[in-house]
Structure formats: structure tokens, C-alpha cells
């Protein structure tokens, strides 16, 4: 028989991909998915929401549509003061994330005490929800829905907040995948002397409901996994990306000065030549000081990138 050998040699091949797929991908699901979500699960995936990478919803990474953390200082329904609280606010039509969806990723326990006690099954996509993150009395983090548990709706939410306490971290996300940051920054410390510089990696229940993951195809840059416990500075970090060579002189970095978009807070436009020009000058000390760097108004890409850094913590 022509080719006998080929033809048998190429299903064997086939057999074996096939089983090293099944055991590298399959087997390894039935696994993660019993996994509890642990409380920094809980917070990424509702901070994040369903879909922070390319989806059929954002197609282009554009970053709209996404869910956004918030800090309440004034219960939304009463406007009495309370203790400072972490809410996550889905406005009407955005999608919710994977532990709504799908409680089951969340692991037993997880699972039950949000259904139980907070409700989640509720929620209600055309309505939007609020979400917050509560433990029990044994220290068991889950979710709860409280728009269905306290009545709090998205725009009261959103209203209460104000701007200054409104973190578009999902949006930034987004930006950061779009722009390629993890070409060069990884999200996963490495087990070496990672731990002493990075930080401690993560533990396997942190992923449960992200999507994408962005641990990084390479490093060239610092890790970035808890970069915002390093350095919360706003200020750093908008200078940082308007230009890394304002703060890190040999910086390989490139700039996302296009970030900041046509207009800064002010709503004026932004003369990147006559910039670059002075920052040229500064550079070859024909200037004392660097131009100052304009400060980002609150729907730009710029801004939504900080805000998803500084939440690596």
C-alpha cells in the first residue's frame, strides 16, 4: 500500500497531540474549576468584568462599556455617612463577569454564600447592579448584589461617588492589552528573587473569572503585578507615560503622550510639537526644566490606564 507507513505514523501523531492537549488543557479545567475564588478573585473579576481583552462587545479595544470600582463614603440610598465601602458598578447593558454568570467557578462555598446571602442570581443585566465584596464569620469572601440586598442602584452609586472616587480600572485593562504593555511587563512574579524585589505570586484562586490573565509573554520592564503598592503616585505615573524619560533618564520605554488624547482637564488643546520641541531643549540644557506635563481629562485612555496600574496591589 503507497504511503502505508506515513498514514500510520501521521494518526499516531494526531493521537498523541490530541492526549498531550487533553492532559495539558482538559484535565488540568476539571481541577481549577473546583478552586475557591479568593477575595482578590473576587475584586479583580468585578473590577474587570466579563471581558477585558477582545470580545464581539469591544471588538477594537476601545474600553467602553466596562464595569468601574467606586468608593462610597455616604450610603448611596440614605446619604448618611458610613464606613468607607468597595462597590462595583455595572450601569445597564454592561455585562457581567464570570462569578455571575457562572457561580460555579467561584468554588462550593463561595458559590452558596453568594446565592445565599447575597443574592447574585438577582441581578439583572438590563437593570444594571452593584456588587460588593463580603466576607462571613468565618472569613469566607463572596459576593454580594446590592442593588437586590440594600437597593442601591448604578447611577445613585455612581452619583455618590463623585469622579474623584471612580476608578476605571476595566477600561485600563483594556488600554494596557490594546497597547502591548504586556510585550515588555509581566503580571506574574517569578519563583526566584522575584519575591524580594515584585512581591509574593499569586495563588491559583486569584484568576478565578479573569479574563484575559495578561501574565506577560516576556520581560524587558519590572513586573507590574503589585506596582501600585510600590508606588501610588499619580503624579509619577502620569509623568511616566507622557514621557519615561521625565523620570527614568535611560528608560527604554516607549511614550503614550497619545493617551492623553486632543484636550487635557481643561478641555484645551494639546500642543504635542511645541512639547517634544521644549523637552528637546531640556534635554540638551538649553532649558532648566522639563515642560510641564498636562494634565489628562477624566474620559481619556490615559486616564483609565493609571487608574487600572494604580489597582495592582
Known amino acids: 500500500m503507497k504511503f502505508r507507513e506515513y498514514k500510520i505514523g501521521a494518526r499516531f501523531f494526531a493521537l498523541a497531540l490530541g492526549g498531550s492537549m487533553t492532559i495539558t488543557l482538559l484535565m488540568p479545567s476539571f481541577d481549577i474549576n473546583n478552586v475557591t475564588a479568593t477575595e482578590v478573585a473576587l475584586d479583580k473579576q468585578l473590577w474587570a468584568g466579563h471581558e477585558s481583552g477582545f470580545s464581539l462587545e469591544d471588538p477594537f479595544l476601545t474600553g467602553l462599556h466596562k464595569p468601574v470600582k467606586v468608593l462610597l463614603k455616604n450610603d448611596p ?4 455617612p ?9 450601569e445597564a447593558g454592561t455585562t457581567f463577569p464570570g462569578g455571575i454568570l457562572h457561580p460555579d467557578n467561584l468554588g462550593a462555598i463561595v458559590k452558596q454564600l453568594s446565592l445565599d446571602r447575597g443574592h447574585i442570581n438577582e441581578a439583572n443585566k438590563d437593570q444594571g447592579a452593584v456588587f460588593l465584596v463580603k466576607p462571613d464569620e468565618q ?3 463572596y459576593i454580594e448584589n446590592a442593588t437586590a440586598t440594600m437597593g442601591w442602584t448604578p447611577d445613585a452609586v455612581l452619583k455618590t461617588a ?4 471612580t476608578q476605571h480600572a476595566a477600561y485600563g485593562k483594556t488600554v494596557f492589552v490594546r497597547e502591548g504593555c504586556w510585550w515588555c511587563h509581566t503580571l506574574l512574579p517569578e519563583q526566584t528573587q522575584d519575591w524580594q524585589v515584585f512581591g509574593a505570586p499569586p495563588m491559583l484562586g486569584d484568576f478565578n473569572g479573569e479574563s484575559p490573565t495578561a501574565f506577560g509573554s516576556d520581560r524587558k520592564a519590572p513586573d507590574l503585578l503589585h506596582v501600585g503598592s510600590r508606588n501610588s503616585s499619580k503624579e509619577w505615573m502620569m509623568l511616566h507615560f507622557f514621557n519615561p524619560r521625565l523620570v527614568q ?8 503622550d497619545y493617551l492623553w488624547g486632543p484636550v487635557d482637564a481643561k478641555g484645551q488643546k494639546i500642543d ?6 521644549e523637552y528637546n531643549e531640556y534635554r540638551e540644557g538649553k532649558r532648566v526644566t522639563a515642560p510641564d506635563v498636562p494634565m489628562y481629562a477624566s474620559n481619556s485612555d490615559a486616564r483609565a490606564l493609571i487608574d487600572f496600574v494604580l489597582t495592582l496591589k
Open 77 to 80: 440610598k440614605t446619604g448618611q
Open 82 to 90: 458610613m464606613e468607607p465601602t468597595t462597590a462595583y458598578v455595572y
Open 139 to 141: 472569613k469566607h469572601y
Open 162 to 165: 463623585g469622579d474623584a472616587n
Open 249 to 256: 533618564p535611560h528608560s527604554i520605554m516607549p511614550r503614550f
Open 272 to 277: 504635542f510639537d511645541k512639547w517634544r520641541a
